[in-house]
């Protein structure tokens, strides 16, 4: 930083003050300041090269722009000359016009998001939308998970319990294939994931203790149980009471190709009958939903089911 004389001859110039004024309060483009100055890009730009050589500012790079706002930090003496030399100047016309002006780009700014929001309301999610993929909206949702003991049933690698375990107390997952077991255990292993643990088992025989777990996941597992009953009936008895039950899953289809392609026993299930399975087993505050369709043949539909264990 320049000593309090340099400052001093970089505040009294007229352009410079004027800038600093608008960068303590936003920061911004060098179009918007031109916009606001009504000056030429290049003089701008000059000034705006000695400001950040003098260390008053810093830029931002983004994409093709470069972003202006004023230095974090910036040392008490620096910032006390340049308070009150924008005090002095405050009441001028030209200060006056440049907060009326920066108002207006803000406008601009927020009337520019607003008309694109406008314009894909209702239509979100339905076209192309960088960043907004469902795993990454997954893997948001999958931190929110506080620290509780997890059964993922009929895991498989455990992609799903990979995540979870990252926040939750406990994470067991359970698979009747030696392979996934084993696959899933070096996963975990190489990730570092010691509160996650694989078990060799059934859906419909669980190897956990009865009351043992605060949330059990069935993940497109159910139409691989020979009795689905069986399976969600071994979801009730080890959770605990105040316990939930997600079943993600296939609704009914007719495409019996997926036996052959992916060792399916049921082809999905009706949203009544897996309503049906959980109200069997005790469940509570049960749900079904489709949450999603799958746009090219043979549209594959998922079924969200929830539930709760009843009691204390």
Avoid at 28 to 40: F, K, T
Avoid at 113 to 126: H, V
Avoid at 267 to 278: D, K, Q, V
């Amino acid at each position: 930083m320049n000593s309090s004389w340099d400052n001093l001859k970089i505040l009294s110039e007229p352009t410079r003050l004027r800038l600093l004024a608008l960068l303590a309060r936003e920061e911004l483009s060098v179009a918007e300041l031109q916009d606001i100055l009504g000056m030429a890009q290049s003089r701008i730009s000059s000034q705006l090269a000695l400001l950040r050589q003098a260390g008053f500012v810093s830029d931002r790079r983004d994409g093709k722009r470069a972003f202006y706002s004023l230095r974090a930090g910036l040392p008490a003496p620096a910032a006390a000359l340049l308070e009150s030399a924008a005090a002095a100047v405050a009441g001028q016309p030209e200060s006056a016009a440049d907060r009326d002006a920066l108002e207006r780009v803000l406008q601009k700014r927020r009337a520019h998001s607003e008309q694109y929001f406008n314009l894909i309301a209702g239509k979100l999610g339905k076209g192309h939308c960088p960043g907004r993929s469902w795993e990454a909206l997954g893997h948001l949702a999958l931190r929110l998970v506080p620290e509780i003991t997890v059964a993922d049933l009929g895991a498989g690698e455990g992609l799903v319990s990979q995540l979870l375990a990252r926040r939750a107390a406990r994470v067991w997952c359970i698979d009747n294939s030696p392979r996934m077991v084993e696959v899933g255990t070096g996963l975990a292993k190489k990730n570092g994931l010691h509160n996650l643990a694989y078990k060799l088992g059934d859906i419909e025989s669980v190897p956990l203790p009865d009351k043992s777990v605060d949330l059990a996941i069935l993940s497109q597992a159910l139409h691989h149980a020979s009795h689905p009953q069986t399976a969600v009936n071994e979801a009730h008895r080890i959770l605990k009471p105040g316990g939930q039950l997600l079943v993600l899953d296939l609704k009914e289809h007719r495409f019996e190709k997926a036996r052959e392609l992916y060792g399916d026993l049921w082809l999905g299930f009706g949203e009544n009958a897996l309503h049906g399975f959980l109200k069997a087993a005790g469940f509570a505050q049960v749900e079904v939903t489709v949450v999603s369709r799958e746009p090219h043949e043979p549209h594959f539909e998922t079924l969200l089911a929830s539930g709760v264990k009843a009691g204390k």
